[in-house]
């Protein structure tokens, strides 16, 4: 069945849900971040911590894809993946990236900007060895982003190291594998509203200090 452009066109919702405002926020981003994704949870939203990473790869073009928020501290947000990766590719080459949570549910996003590095090594041994049996096997088979053959390939790779680690208690973290953290200089806080005039909220990071601005919809 054919999509026509006017139906596209026509897909319209009016926000109505909530208001943000500079007298209201947090003087700190992160902390205003913590309070809304509380909100996104209580708000029963589809894995609130799922976001879209966007990094900059080296033909200059921007990749995006959805990974999973792991953890929140003071200096940043984390996430783990396998650092032979397009986006850990990405990161190698150019360590700056945005992040992106839209939670429909509450007609909200924040948006992220800043710099990445990696988490320490006993910080991703402690988080992997937090993970699935399944999901640990799984690092060790995917060679991941690479071309493969078929779904045969990577079959046979988890049966392959589901034998090998078949006696071991854990299975180890392998060097491949691990966690980033994002250190954000940048927050913006959207909040949808009537008439698609919305409220955004953007906290800059300047001479160690958040500034607050108001940003026109």
Request: charged share 25%.
């Amino acid at each position: 069945m054919a999509i026509k452009h006017k139906d596209i066109a026509a897909i319209r919702e009016d926000y109505t849900k909530g208001v943000l405002s500079e007298a209201e926020v947090q003087s700190d981003p992160l902390a205003q971040f913590k309070i809304w994704f509380s909100q996104a949870m209580d708000a029963r939203v589809l894995e609130p911590n799922a976001m879209v990473l966007s990094t900059i790869s080296e033909n200059k073009f921007p990749s995006s894809r959805i990974v999973l928020l792991k953890d929140l501290q003071q200096n940043g947000l984390s996430f783990f993946t396998n650092y032979q990766s397009q986006k850990g590719n990405d990161l190698a080459y150019c360590n700056r990236a945005s992040v992106l949570f839209f939670w429909p549910e509450l007609q909200r996003q924040v948006r992220i900007e800043g710099y990445v590095d990696k988490l320490s090594p006993s910080d991703s041994d402690e988080y992997f060895i937090s993970r699935p049996r399944g999901s640990r096997i799984g690092a060790w088979s995917s060679p991941q982003s690479a071309v493969i053959p078929d779904r045969n390939f990577l079959d046979e790779k988890v049966e392959r190291f589901t034998t090998d680690f078949k006696d071991n208690e854990e299975v180890p973290r392998p060097d491949f594998w691990g966690g980033y953290r994002v250190n954000p200089i940048k927050f913006e806080f959207w909040q949808g509203r009537i008439s698609r005039l919305h409220d955004r909220i953007q906290y800059t990071l300047e001479n160690e200090k958040w500034v607050i601005n108001r940003l026109a919809p």
